[in-house]
């Protein structure tokens, strides 16, 4: 496994490594956190961070080897 990579499983692609598809810098994901899910799993950001209010600093902060 490589945590550089989109898919932890290139046949599986609802299973995504979400530090490599967050495009906001107040989001930090550790390596090898990932997110399953039935849609698009490059789609975390929009569909999972829905109270994040930048103007008053909010950060968002998920560990290591997370699975959400």
């Known amino acids: 496994m490589n945590a550089n990579e989109l898919y932890p499983n290139k046949n599986l692609k609802n299973i995504c490594y ?3 598809v967050i495009k906001n810098p107040n ?6 956190t990932y997110y399953n899910c039935e849609k698009n799993a490059e789609d975390f950001e929009k569909d999972c961070v829905l109270y994040h209010y930048e ?13 959400i």
């Open 18 to 20: 979400i530090n490599n």
């Open 27 to 32: 989001i930090i994901i550790g390596d090898y």
């Open 55 to 67: 103007e008053f600093g909010d950060k968002l902060m998920i560990g290591k080897f997370c699975s």
